[in-house]
């Protein structure tokens, strides 16, 4: 079973147009999720959270790798390296011909991983990473610069090949973007007054009274109208009621296909419940642990309730893009 959800997602993977949404799930353990903190003393749990955000993102603006003591920061990095690549890898084998060599990760999360994850790989390959940004001193974000390709052309104009690019959405902000004037600025800096859309229960209405983020989910929800699409989720709960809308209204779309995976089994039934789905649709399907590893059927069904023998994380993403069966890489899950 696990062999054939692996070569059906992988082959999906390289044959759509490819939507990524990544929550904090993915960043953890490294950035906790919300429900890890505790308002205490002066500082609510909103706060201990933002600084943790800030004080990850400056270690990895630093990238100093010799840090023992942040094990964590650095782990996750490399997690997200691998996923970096495994998209280059899948846009190398894509056919710009029958879609764009173009991918799109939209996180909810504010922090620096991403952005030095694709750092890292485009020392080794040729990519494009777009941002969003424009300028060179002053990099001013404006959303018209997502809809874009940009392509090598032969000496004599004989031949033009589609560079891979990976288009890179912040839809509740960034760590080190700066509000100047009008305008938003994203610096090579944490910022301390960044903008960005705080976890308070308040995101929707935050998000849409931002010109910005209100932008930044529209190109969410025209991606998901388009033909021939498919979005990945993980680390991501839904609890967002913004985004979960916008994903139940993308899912009449006949031609997206929408794939949620779950760290543990019982995220089924949450997922369901925070978009009160009663059942999954034909393009909706929700993947756990359950799904993919043959032995670990086995142990559930014998009665076993141990979940933690086998979690879905990002790194198993990965391995399903490079189409390596999960029951290979269970050490990642360590």
């Excluded at 960044?194 to 929800?221: C, W």
Aim: aromatic share 10%; proline share 3%.
């Amino acid at each position: 079973m696990s062999v054939e959800i692996v070569k059906q997602l992988r082959k999906i993977a390289i044959t759509k147009q490819v939507n990524f949404l990544l929550g904090s799930g993915t960043s953890v353990p490294a950035i906790p999720l919300m429900g890890a903190f505790r308002d205490v003393n002066d500082k609510s749990a909103n706060e201990q959270l933002f600084e943790r955000v800030q004080e990850v993102s400056k270690k990895l603006l630093i990238n100093n790798k010799c840090d023992l003591a942040e094990k964590d920061v650095y782990t996750v990095l490399g997690n997200y390296q691998k996923f970096i690549e495994s998209i280059v890898s899948i846009l190398n084998l894509s056919n710009s011909r029958q879609t764009p060599k173009n991918v799109n990760v939209f996180t909810t999360n504010y922090d620096l991983y991403i952005e030095r994850a694709t750092d890292q790989i485009l020392k080794k390959y040729k990519l494009v990473f777009n941002d969003g940004a424009t300028g060179y001193f002053d990099r001013y974000l404006d959303s018209s610069n997502f809809n874009r390709t940009v392509s090598y052309k032969g000496l004599n104009d004989n031949y033009i090949n589609e560079i891979p690019s990976i288009t890179l959405i912040k839809p509740h902000g960034s760590i080190n973007w700066e509000k100047q004037d009008q305008n938003i600025v994203i610096k090579n800096e944490v910022i301390k007054e960044s903008v960005i859309v705080k976890p308070d229960g308040y995101e929707a209405s935050t998000t849409f009274e931002n010109n910005h983020f209100h932008e930044m989910l529209r190109i969410f929800q025209m991606e998901l109208d388009k033909p021939q699409s498919v979005l990945f989720v993980i680390g991501f709960s839904f609890q967002d009621k913004h985004i979960a809308k916008m994903v139940k209204r993308a899912v009449q779309n006949p031609e997206l296909i929408v794939y949620v995976f779950g760290f543990t089994d019982s995220d089924r039934q949450t997922f369901l419940d925070n978009l009160n789905f009663e059942n999954e649709r034909p393009n909706f399907r929700i993947l756990t642990p359950i799904d993919f590893d043959e032995a670990y059927i086995n142990k559930h069904t014998e009665g076993a309730n141990d979940e933690k023998w086998f979690s879905f994380t990002l790194p198993n993403l990965t391995n399903i893009l490079n189409g390596i069966k999960l029951e290979e890489s269970k050490d990642d899950n360590a």
